[in-house]
């Protein structure tokens, strides 16, 4: 497995819907209002950011980021496998067979192995959420917030290369 991917929200000022008072396909259910959603791609071999994809309103789930983002044809092309958590379940059978997805029926290792990418994901998560601009209510709109992101993004991956790095898998 060479990727890890997984869904991050981040508070963001509500956004005005046409007709009715509030947008409920804005609201996330992780942090429970308002967000920007963004799928994080990393990869298990170094401590490296590969890619981000977003922002989305913070009601689409994983796993409509991830077919709507074109990365798993891309995988089923380069026959690549990726890891994430059960929110990347899906129904088709050639996106099941690129997805490998947290199972108790896993061998002692893969399962542990398995356990330390998402905690290596998370922890990158965090330190981008460490940042006051990701933590707190997002005031500018999305086109804005992606700006912040991958500006804060880009400062956690030089502290990763320069003496911070996430621990190995």
């Known amino acids: ?15 005005q819907h046409e007709e009715f008072p509030q947008d409920r396909q804005a609201c996330s259910h992780k942090i429970k209002r308002c967000a920007a959603k963004y799928l994080i791609v990393l990869s298990t071999s170094e401590a490296k950011c ?19 983002s074109g990365i798993l044809e891309k995988l089923v092309e ?13 129904k088709e059978i050639e996106f099941q067979k690129v997805m490998s997805l947290p199972d108790y029926m896993d061998e002692k290792e893969l399962h542990q192995f398995k356990t330390r990418m998402r905690l290596r994901q998370e922890t990158f998560n965090s330190r981008l959420k ?12 999305f086109t804005k917030h992606e700006l912040v992101l ?9 502290q990763m290369d320069l003496g911070s790095p996430i621990f190995d898998v």
């Open 150 to 158: 991958h500006a804060v993004a880009v400062t956690v991956q030089y």
């Open 78 to 90: 380069a026959g690549k496998v990726c890891s994430g958590d059960l929110g990347f379940r899906m």
């Open 1 to 15: 497995m060479g990727f890890s991917v997984d869904g991050v929200d981040f508070g963001l000022w509500e956004i």
């Open 50 to 68: 590969l890619q981000i994809v977003g922002p989305e309103k913070g009601g689409v789930t994983d796993n409509t980021m991830m077919k709507n």
């Open 130 to 141: 460490f940042f006051r601009t990701l933590s707190e209510t997002f005031e500018y709109g």
